[in-house]
C-alpha cells in the first residue's frame, strides 16, 4: 500500500517554467532555442498571477456550509438574473410583434375600401425596428446569462475544489478519481449549459407559449378553441412519448460513456503493464465493446429524435389544414377578417416551434438538475477527520507520540489495530516491522491524524490529537510516503513543498544533507529542471531523496517515514540511509521498516502482527531475546537480505 500523498496543499507550476533553453534534450526537454524568443515575447504579454492571500480554513464558514441550489447559486448575482429575465420577458413580446402587424397592414392597408400606402410602410418599418430591436436585445441576454454561468461556475468550481482540500483520506480511497473528475467536468458543464442557454431559452419558449396562446385567443376565440382541441392533444400525447424515449435514451448513453472513460482511463493509467502482459488485442477488443455500446445509445436517441422532429412537424401541417378549412369557412361568413386568418397561421406556426423546444430541452434541464443534486452531495459529504469547534493550535511540540488503548478499523465491523499501546520519547526513532497488511502503515496513518481511532486516543506530548486544529498538528508531523509524489515544476518548488519562504541557501543545504548534489549538477537545468510525470523520469531512489529533502526543509518535529519497497540497488540504500540518519537527527520518528538495516539503526523496533504489538525493544535487546523479531532476522540473513516485508510473505 502506498501513502496516499500526505503533502497537502497545491503544487507549484509557474514560476520555473521557462528556464535556460540551453542543453535541452530528452527526458528534461526545455524550450528549444529557436523557439525562446516567440516564449519569451508571448510570457511577456502573459498576465502574471501573483500567488494570491487565500485563506483555508479547516472548517466551512457559513456561508460554505449553505446547501447548493440553483437559486442560491443564481442569487449571488442578483444584478444579472434580474437584467437577464427581464430582457427575456421583453424578447418574447416584441418577437410576437410581427404577426400584428401584417394583420394591421392587410385589414387597413390592402384590403378594399382600405388600401393606404402609408399603413404598409408605417407597418413595414415598425417590423423592421421591432426586428432590429429583437436582435439586439438577444445579443444582449445572451451575453448576461454566459457572464452569469461563466461567474456562477467559477465559483462552484472552487467550491468544489476546496471542498476536496477537506475532504479525509477515507473519502479518496472510497471514491474513485474518475468519478470525481467528472463531478468536476461534466457535472459542472451542464450545470453552465443550463445557466448560459438551458434557463433563459426554457423560460422564452415557456414565456412565448403563453403569449401566444393569449393572442391566438384574443384573435379568434372559435379558431383558438379548435387549436386547442385538435392539435395540442396529439402533440401532447407525442411529446410524453419523446420525453420518456430520449431519457431511456440519454441514460443509456450517459451510463456508456462513463463505461468508455473509465475503460479508457484504466488503459492509460495501465498501459505499462498492458504491454508487459501482452494485452493490446485483448484490451482493444474490450475497448470495442464499450465504444460499441456507446454507439449504440447514440443510435437510439438518433432514431427517438428523427421520429419525433418531422412527425411533430406533420401533426402541425395536418392541423393547419385543417384549421384553414375551418378558418377560410368563418372569412366567408365575414366571422373573420383576411388579416386576422394570416396573422393567426403566422402564430400558429410560432406556436408549435416552444413545444417542440421546449421537450427537447427537458433533458438538459433534468441532466443539470441531477448535477446540481450530485455536487450537493459531494458539497455535503462531511470530511470523517474533522476539527472539532474551536480547536486549539498545538504548540510547539517536544515529540512524544502515545497511542493509549488504540483500535482502528477502515470499516466498522473489522477491526485492523487491537487495543494498541505504545510510547514513543521524543528524539527517539521506533521502526515498526512486521508481515504485510499487519498495520504498520495503519498506525502511522493513525498518528497523523489521517484517520481517528475506533477506540483510544492518539496524543502528542500528551495532548490528545483530535482537539488540535489540523493545520498545527500536519505543521509538525513529516510524512515521507512510500512512493514520492512530485507535483509538475521545477525540483526547486517541489522541495518547498511543505514550507512557504524556504530560502536558496537552505535548498542548497537540504541538497547537501540527503546527498542529491550530484543529481542535481548532472540535471540540464539543475534546480529549475523541470519534472515530467509525476517524477517518472527519476529513479526510485532519486525520487525518494528528494521526498527525504522536501522533508528536511520541511523542518517537523515528528517525522513519518514509510520506507521505499522498490529494490534500491545497494549504492542508493547507502545514500538514502546517510540522509535518513541526518533527517532524524534530534527528532521523533516513526519508521516503516520493509529493510531490517533501517530497522536495525533504529533507537528501538516495534513488530506489529495482526493489528496488534507482539515485541518492543532494542534491535540488541530483540535480536538476544530470541523472539519473532530475531527469527525474522535470521530468515532475513539467511535470504541475502532482501525486502524483509516481503520475505515474510512470499
Ligand atoms: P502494513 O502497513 O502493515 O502492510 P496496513 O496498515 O497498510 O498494513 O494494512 C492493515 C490492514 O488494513 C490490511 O488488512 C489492509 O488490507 C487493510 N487496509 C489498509 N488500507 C485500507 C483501506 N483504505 N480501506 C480498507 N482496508 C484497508
Not at 427575456?88 to 416584441?94: F, T
Request: overall charge neutral; charged content about 20%.
Amino acid at each position: 500500500m502506498a501513502w496516499g500523498g500526505g503533502w497537502g496543499g497545491g503544487g507549484g507550476g509557474g514560476g520555473q517554467m521557462f528556464g535556460s533553453s540551453s542543453n535541452t534534450g530528452l527526458p528534461f526537454g526545455g524550450i528549444p532555442s529557436e523557439l525562446m524568443d516567440e516564449a519569451t515575447k508571448l510570457l511577456a504579454t502573459e498576465p502574471t498571477h501573483e500567488p494570491s492571500d487565500i485563506k483555508f480554513q479547516q472548517r466551512p464558514s457559513a456561508k460554505e456550509r449553505r446547501r447548493l441550489t440553483l437559486p442560491k447559486m443564481l442569487g449571488a448575482y442578483p444584478g444579472y438574473v434580474v437584467n437577464g429575465s427581464l430582457l427575456v420577458i421583453i424578447i418574447s413580446l416584441v418577437l410576437q410583434a410581427g404577426p400584428k402587424l401584417t394583420e394591421y397592414a392587410i385589414n387597413n392597408g390592402m384590403s378594399p375600401g382600405h388600401r393606404s400606402l402609408k399603413v404598409i410602410a408605417v407597418c413595414g418599418g415598425l417590423y423592421l425596428v421591432l426586428a432590429l430591436l429583437s436582435s439586439i436585445f438577444q445579443r444582449i441576454q445572451v451575453s448576461v446569462t454566459g457572464k452569469l454561468a461563466s461567474r456562477v461556475m467559477h465559483d462552484l468550481r472552487i467550491r468544489v475544489f476546496v471542498h476536496f482540500q477537506r475532504l479525509s483520506l477515507d473519502f479518496f480511497t472510497d471514491e474513485k478519481a474518475g468519478v470525481l473528475m467528472s463531478r468536476m467536468t461534466s457535472d459542472v458543464e451542464n450545470l453552465q449549459q443550463l445557466i448560459q442557454d438551458g434557463i433563459s431559452s426554457f423560460a422564452l419558449q415557456g414565456l412565448t407559449m403563453i403569449v401566444i396562446t393569449i393572442i391566438l385567443f384574443t384573435t379568434n376565440v372559435a379558431l383558438a378553441t379548435w387549436t386547442i382541441l385538435l392539435i395540442v392533444p396529439v402533440l401532447f400525447a407525442f411529446s410524453i412519448w419523446f420525453h420518456h424515449a430520449s431519457e431511456k435514451g440519454y441514460l443509456l448513453s450517459r451510463d456508456r460513456i462513463a463505461n468508455v472513460l473509465a475503460d479508457l482511463s484504466e488503459s492509460l493509467y495501465g498501459i505499462r503493464v498492458v504491454t508487459a502482459n501482452n494485452r493490446q488485442k485483448r484490451n482493444i477488443t474490450n475497448h470495442r465493446h464499450v465504444v460499441g455500446a456507446y454507439r449504440d445509445a447514440n443510435l437510439y436517441t438518433g432514431r427517438v429524435n428523427a421520429i419525433y422532429g418531422p412527425s411533430t412537424n406533420m401533426i402541425g401541417i395536418l392541423g393547419t389544414g385543417l384549421l384553414l378549412g375551418i378558418g377560410g369557412h368563418m372569412v366567408i361568413e365575414h366571422k373573420l377578417s383576411v388579416g386576422a386568418l394570416i396573422a393567426f397561421f403566422l402564430y400558429l406556426n410560432r406556436f408549435f416551434q416552444p413545444i417542440q423546444l421546449l421537450v427537447q430541452q427537458y433533458n438538459s434541464l433534468q441532466q443539470g438538475r441531477s448535477s446540481v443534486i450530485r455536487l450537493r452531495e459531494l458539497l455535503q459529504t462531511p470530511p470523517s477527520v474533522d476539527e472539532v469547534e474551536g480547536a486549539a493550535t498545538l504548540p510547539t511540540i517536544e515529540g512524544r507520540i502515545t497511542f493509549e488503548h488504540v483500535s482502528f478499523g477502515y470499516n466498522e465491523d473489522n477491526l485492523v489495530l487491537h487495543d494498541v499501546n505504545l510510547e514513543i520519547a521524543p528524539g527517539e526513532s521506533v521502526a515498526f516491522v512486521g508481515p504485510t497488511g499487519a498495520g504498520k502503515s495503519t498506525m502511522a496513518k493513525l498518528a497523523n491524524r489521517f484517520y481517528d481511532p475506533t477506540s483510544g486516543r492518539v496524543l502528542l506530548d500528551g495532548v490528545d490529537i483530535r482537539t488540535v486544529t489540523l493545520r498545527s498538528l500536519r505543521s509538525q508531523l513529516g510524512v515521507v510516503p512510500q512512493e514520492a509524489f512530485l507535483f509538475a515544476g521545477s525540483i526547486r518548488t517541489n522541495l518547498g513543498f511543505g514550507r512557504t519562504n524556504i530560502t536558496d541557501d537552505e535548498i542548497e543545504e537540504a541538497i547537501d544533507v540527503v546527498g542529491l548534489r550530484d543529481l542535481i549538477e548532472r540535471l540540464p537545468q539543475g534546480l529549475d529542471t523541470i519534472v515530467h510525470e509525476r517524477g517518472q523520469t527519476l529513479s526510485a531512489g532519486e525520487r525518494q531523496l528528494l521526498a527525504l529533502a522536501r522533508a528536511f526543509l520541511a523542518r517537523p518535529r515528528v517525522l513519518i517515514l514509510d520506507e521505499a519497497t522498490s529494490s534500491l540497488d545497494l549504492q542508493s540504500e547507502t545514500v538514502i540511509e546517510r540522509a535518513l540518519d541526518r533527517l532524524l537527527e534530534g527528532r521523533s520518528a516513526i519508521l516503516i521498516a520493509h529493510r531490517l538495516t533501517t530497522a536495525q539503526r533504529a533507537d528501538r523496533i516495534v513488530v506489529i502482527d495482526k493489528g496488534g504489538i507482539v515485541e518492543v525493544g532494542t534491535p540488541k535487546d530483540l535480536l538476544a531475546s530470541g523472539g519473532s523479531y530475531a527469527a525474522m532476522y535470521e530468515a532475513w540473513l539467511a535470504s541475502g537480505g532482501r525486502d524483509a516485508t516481503r520475505d515474510e510473505d512470499d
